[in-house]
């Protein structure tokens, strides 16, 4: 049974939360703050923390950062906060992916099942454990560093590749702007989004049947970029 903690100070929306997440089998512990947050974080070792950032003794991200001193667990923020600046922050000190209130409750359990995908099977927990990423359109194999589409080896720059690695290895999630610069370009590029954009135009000509409206290699306009599979 996944344990999912519910980090929110609404007492309806942590009620709606309850109901919906027990009726999928899910496990729920509730914090209706950030010092219970992070004390039930520590005792209980949830699967997956469902974290709303305002909450009335301290900023939910503080909650992210001191979480991620001890723990990899999952982090799916919930937010009435609807500025890119606020999902960014929350990206950057650790959180997972970020779903913005209101919210539909199937939304919110599409994001929890891939947010704790990495986790279902024992030994899987890094994603750079996966070896195929297969779609319908392409099949990315991470160990001989190769994409196919059907027979056809796609051929792409080191830096596409990075970009293409660091999204298929963590399938349905969010990864923010600043974090796919640091990674690929380093900490003098982090401003540099008109590289993602140039790159992902690349990546997309190369991989979708239709780049215009891609499938898989998805835009969050403003937060960063998504592979869903
Ligand atoms: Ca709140």
Redesign the pocket.
């Known amino acids: 049974m996944t344990r999912v903690l519910v980090v929110?100070?609404?007492p309806q929306l942590v009620r709606a939360l309850r109901i919906n997440l027990q009726a999928r089998k899910f496990e729920v512990a509730e914090a209706g703050d950030g010092g219970s947050a992070l004390r039930l974080a520590a005792a209980h070792k949830p699967d997956v923390i469902v974290l709303?950032l305002?909450?009335p003794d301290m900023d939910g991200i503080e909650v992210i950062k001191g979480v991620r001193g001890w723990s990899l667990v999952p982090i799916l923020v919930l937010s009435a906060r609807h500025t890119s600046e606020d999902k960014i922050r929350a990206l950057d000190a650790g959180a997972d992916d970020y779903v913005t209130k209101p919210f539909s409750m199937d939304e919110l359990l599409a994001r929890l099942r891939a947010a704790t995908r990495r986790q279902e099977a024992p030994g899987t927990a890094r994603p750079d454990k996966v070896t195929l990423v297969a779609t319908d359109e392409f099949t990315v194999d991470l160990v001989a560093k190769k994409v196919l589409r059907g027979e056809r080896a796609v051929r792409l720059t080191p830096t596409e590749w990075h970009l293409l690695e660091i999204l298929t290895t963590h399938p349905g999630r969010l990864i923010s702007q600043s974090r796919l610069l640091l990674e690929v370009w380093g900490p003098t590029y982090r401003e540099n989004t008109n590289y993602l954009r140039v790159y992902m135009a690349q990546l997309r000509r190369k991989l979708e049947a239709d780049p215009s409206h891609p499938r898989y290699l998805i835009t969050e306009p403003g937060m960063g970029y998504r592979f869903e599979p």
């Open positions: 929110e100070d609404d709303d305002g909450l």
